[in-house]
């Protein structure tokens, strides 16, 4: 079973930058999509980004897009998920999740949710932008 510990949260002003880390305890190429999710008060979990792990290939959302990326250490079983030119609507609660790539026809990819298509989660760090 996979576990991921995510750390690096913190508050920080907007347009500042933070980096957040989740550390994945079974880390194999081509067959894991690590993600990271986000979820603001009142709000659905929605996803930010995923990297197909080792494959390096990667799905940005739309509202992160030209500001977050997403990243692999390989010799350490870490994905990271760096965050520049920071506004309030970004503070949320920040989650890793992990799931198998998605397969049809021979290929696989990595999909950016729903939520709930990841079976393995931990267990979230906080982040807080203030105008």
């Known amino acids: 079973q996979v576990q991921l510990v995510e750390s690096g949260g913190a508050t920080v002003q907007a347009g500042g930058s933070l980096r957040l880390s989740c550390a994945v305890s079974e880390y194999t190429y081509d067959t894991t999509c690590v993600a990271w999710f986000r979820q603001g008060p009142g709000k659905g979990r929605e996803g930010v980004a995923v990297i197909y792990i080792g494959r390096g290939s990667t799905l940005i959302g739309d509202s992160v897009k030209g500001r977050f990326a997403i990243s692999q250490d390989n010799a350490k079983n870490m994905v990271y998920l760096q965050m520049n030119n920071l506004k309030p609507e970004d503070t949320a609660k920040y989650y890793c999740?992990?799931?198998?790539?998605?397969?049809?026809?021979?290929?696989?990819?990595?999909?950016?949710?729903?939520?709930?298509?990841?079976?393995?989660w931990g267990r979230g760090t906080q982040v807080t932008v203030s105008s």
């Open positions: 999740a992990a799931e198998s790539p998605w397969t049809s026809g021979g290929g696989s990819w990595c999909e950016l949710g729903p939520a709930d298509e990841y079976d393995y």
